[in-house]
């Protein structure tokens, strides 16, 4: 059981092409669970999980993005998001979920949130489930036509987004892992 717990961390990878069948609910529903169980400073919890499943809601994400850093002069994303090819979903995953968190909930709320968005992409690896981070969203979600439409949505009007991930199962193999930088740890002697 250890073993498979420390195989399924060694063996995760982004996955960048997806099926588009959906994710039985009780899947989800433990991918979303076992990210509720991330660690967090001072046991603050400060994240909000707001999980959008569907083609259509999912290519809505990507239109109401592509529309809102095209209306961002500074949004470093702007040749990404504009391309034709992008999408939130890699044009397949089902499930894309949203990690927001009020600014001040926790003195740390990026790492909070990136450890509940890493927690559950090592459940849906676990449960044979692929997923991707998909950052593009963070820097654009004050934008105030695509903050309209995340409140629509039901991401929490004071909250900033911190992470999103995509979810579904892979198509085809996962790539291999990227080599390891060297040098990247010391063992202090005793
Ligand atoms: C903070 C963060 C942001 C990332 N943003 C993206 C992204 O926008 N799109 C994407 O395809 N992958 C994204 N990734 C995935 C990384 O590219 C990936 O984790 C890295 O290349 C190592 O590959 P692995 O996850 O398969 O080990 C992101 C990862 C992290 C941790």
């Known amino acids: 059981m250890r073993q498979a717990v420390l195989n399924n961390i060694l063996t995760r990878r982004s996955i960048r092409k997806f099926q588009s069948a959906p994710i039985p609910r009780e899947s989800l529903e433990k991918i979303v669970e076992a990210g509720l169980y991330a660690p967090s400073a001072r046991n603050s919890q400060p994240w909000h999980l707001t999980v959008v499943s ?17 209306r961002m002069p500074d949004n470093p994303y702007k040749e990404v998001v504009g391309s034709a090819a992008y999408s ?48 593009q969203l963070g820097i654009a979600c004050d934008e105030p036509g695509f903050r309209a439409f995340l409140t629509q949505l039901g991401v929490p009007a004071q909250n900033r987004i911190y992470g999103c991930g995509a979810f579904g199962f892979a198509e085809g193999d996962a790539p291999p892992a990227p080599a390891r930088k060297e040098g990247r740890v010391t063992y202090v002697p005793e």
């Open 54 to 70: 569907g083609q259509d809601r999912l290519a809505r994400i990507t239109a109401e993005l592509k529309a809102a850093v095209s």
């Open 88 to 135: 939130v979903n890699y044009g397949a995953a089902p499930v894309f979920i949203i990690v927001s968190a009020a600014p001040d909930s926790s003195p740390v709320v990026v790492a909070d949130c990136s450890l509940a968005l890493g927690t559950m992409f090592l459940a849906a690896h676990a449960l044979g489930i692929g997923s991707c981070w998909i950052n």
